[in-house]
Nanobody
């Protein structure tokens, strides 16, 4: 079984930065790690994804140029570096692991990101 634990959320002023972490236990090879977010009253939104094996990435248009996803295979951890944060980035951020692009078999508990204006 795979377990995912997010951390790094908090309160930040608009224009500031945060780095989220998702620590994984269990088998993660040949899988894809995803970041999603969900704001109050809104649908869940895809943010970014990265493959463990080759480091291929994808990101949403809303965060392109501001957010960067990366991985550390030794520590079994995926990061989301968030720069130039905006109030509309406020949400609970979740990581999710799938064994194919577009699948989400395991989910973390989420970490709150709040951006003040």
């Amino acid at each position: 079984q795979v377990q995912l634990v997010e951390s790094g959320g908090g309160l930040v002023q608009a224009g500031g930065s945060l780095r989220l972490s998702c620590a994984a236990s269990g088998r993660t090879s040949m899988s894809v790690m995803n970041w999603f977010r969900q704001a109050p009253g809104k649908d869940r939104e895809f943010v970014a994804a990265i493959s463990w094996s080759r480091g291929r990435t994808a990101e949403a248009d809303s965060v392109r140029g501001r957010f960067t996803i990366s991985r550390d295979n030794i520590q079994n951890t995926v990061y989301l570096q968030m720069n130039n944060l905006k109030p509309e980035d406020t949400a609970v951020y979740y990581c999710a692991l799938g064994f194919q692009w577009g699948t989400y078999d395991y989910w973390g508990q989420g970490t709150q990101v709040t951006v003040s204006s």
